[in-house]
């Protein structure tokens, strides 16, 4: 016997400040960055994990917060024009910047941060790998709350099921089915799990010590996860690359895939015993 939950309607606007409204997702988007930035410094500033000094000064993880910010969001932007409805923007160029409808890519976002990532170690000469590896390191926590505002939005629900715990979305496009509620999913996978384990590493394992396995491990990490959930994922129709029974999720995550294995390997093969020297390289 099932169960078939019902998820109430819940306002996507999560405070207003007089003329001003602020969001669950842009909410979450604020607190994963603002956690992001305070476990970044606590990282930096911890010499147990380096074997002595960081390459890196906690203090300059305030100044890189911003470029990361600008990395997701223009990133996660034109991941989405791009990646999933490029016809629609192309004939709508007006649209690309209408951020407040929706759309934003995670592989965008993601391409994004790691190009702010790139340019700001460069511009300051620091070792590119270690301070990607010290990002993230704490990118689970975006993967974690950006999902669960998901969640609360009723939205990138699941397929139909019956599975015992089949929630019932809000959203008239849903069709007041039983689904899966895959956000959830995803928050438990690509959020919790994987930065457990990232954690693990970095903690039990001295992973900074080899610069880019803790990268390599967070974005192979959110490729499987992402492709084993997008078999509970409801995709849109006509809305990114479909090739068979492959989705666009499974699809863009592939290289994720290739990449994270490649950086592990090179990270393990190199052996460093420690962190990156060779200021501004990749």
Same mark, same amino acid.
């Given at each position: 016997m099932s169960f078939i939950i019902i998820l109430p309607v819940i306002d996507p606007v999560a405070l207003e400040l007089g003329p001003i409204s602020v969001k669950w997702y842009g909410l979450a988007y604020m607190v994963s960055l603002l956690l992001g930035w305070a476990y970044a410094r606590s990282l930096a500033g911890n010499q147990a994990l380096w074997r002595g000094k960081s390459p890196i000064r906690p203090d300059q993880f305030d100044d890189l917060l911003l470029w990361i910010t600008l990395g997701v969001v223009v990133g996660g932007r034109l991941g989405y024009v791009l990646f999933y409805n490029p016809v629609y923007f192309f004939d709508n160029p007006s649209q690309i910047v209408a951020t407040w409808n929706g759309g934003m890519s995670f592989h965008g976002g993601m391409l994004g941060s790691l190009l702010a990532i790139?340019?700001?170690?460069?511009r300051h000469n620091l070792p590119v790998l270690s301070v990607m590896d010290v990002a993230a390191a704490t990118a689970p926590l975006g993967f974690l709350f950006g999902r669960i505002a998901n969640f609360i939005n009723g939205e990138l629900w699941g397929r139909v099921t019956d599975v015992p715990w089949a929630m019932v979305f809000p959203n008239p496009e849903a069709g007041g089915l039983p689904r899966h509620p895959s956000q959830l999913y995803e928050a438990a996978l690509e959020g919790l799990v994987l930065f457990l384990f990232v954690r693990f590493l970095t903690h039990k394992r001295r992973a900074?010590?080899?610069? +880019? #396995?803790?990268? *390599?491990?967070?974005?192979? &990490?959110?490729?499987?996860?992402?492709?084993? !959930?997008?078999?509970?994922?409801?995709?849109?129709?006509?809305? +990114? #690359?479909?090739? *068979?029974?492959?989705?666009? &999720?499974?699809?863009?995550?592939?290289?994720? !895939?290739?990449?994270?294995?490649?950086?592990?390997?090179?990270?393990?093969?190199?052996?460093?015993?420690?962190p990156e020297k060779q200021t501004g390289s990749a």
């Open positions: 790139w340019v700001y170690s460069r900074f010590l080899k610069p +880019g #396995l803790v990268l *390599g491990t967070a974005i192979l &990490g959110y490729g499987l996860a992402r492709i084993f !959930v997008e078999n509970f994922r409801q995709f849109d129709e006509g809305v +990114g #690359l479909m090739i *068979g029974p492959f989705t666009p &999720g499974m699809i863009y995550s592939l290289p994720m !895939v290739i990449l994270g294995g490649y950086l592990i390997h090179r990270a393990r093969k190199l052996g460093a015993d420690a």
